[in-house]
Nanobody, 122 residues
Framework: VQLQASGGGLVQAGGSPRLSCAAS????????IGWFRQAPGKEREFVAAITRTGGRTYYADSVKGRFTISRDNARNTVYLQMNSLKPEDTAVYSC????????????????WGKGTLVTVSS
């Protein structure tokens, strides 16, 4: 499956952008989808994930209550609604796919898309 993230850009603190992850190449509804981010000089970290049917969602503690992940299997797209952004949310956000199970580890995901940069200004 091929993944492409979009929707990043320069946002003011407190802003609410929405990222999209468009998938192609395989049956989208067979895959769990997640988001990871990598801030400058830091390791990649798990942000959120959603199961293939959309029935369960998972969030990192740092974004819980502010970010919402959702999916539209008819459009082969997953969304990450980000609210109340903080400067520390500045990172490249990448979407990932897995046919096995949701994981909070980088090594737990099979497919990675090119990321989109979100820069939060204070």
């Amino acid at each position: 499956v091929q993944l492409q993230a979009s929707g990043g850009g320069l946002v003011q603190a407190g802003g609410s952008p929405r990222l999209s992850c468009a998938a192609s190449g395989r049956t989208f509804s067979n895959y769990d989808i997640g988001w990871f981010r990598q801030a400058p000089g830091k390791e990649r970290e798990f942000v959120a994930a959603i199961t293939r049917t959309g029935g369960r969602t998972y969030y990192a503690d740092s974004v819980k209550g502010r970010f919402t992940i959702s999916r539209d299997n008819a459009r082969n797209t997953v969304y990450l609604q980000m609210n109340s952004l903080k400067p520390e949310d500045t990172a490249v956000y990448s979407c990932v796919a897995n046919i096995r199970t949701v994981s909070t580890y980088v090594s737990g995901w099979e497919y990675w898309g090119k990321g989109t940069l979100v820069t939060v200004s204070s």
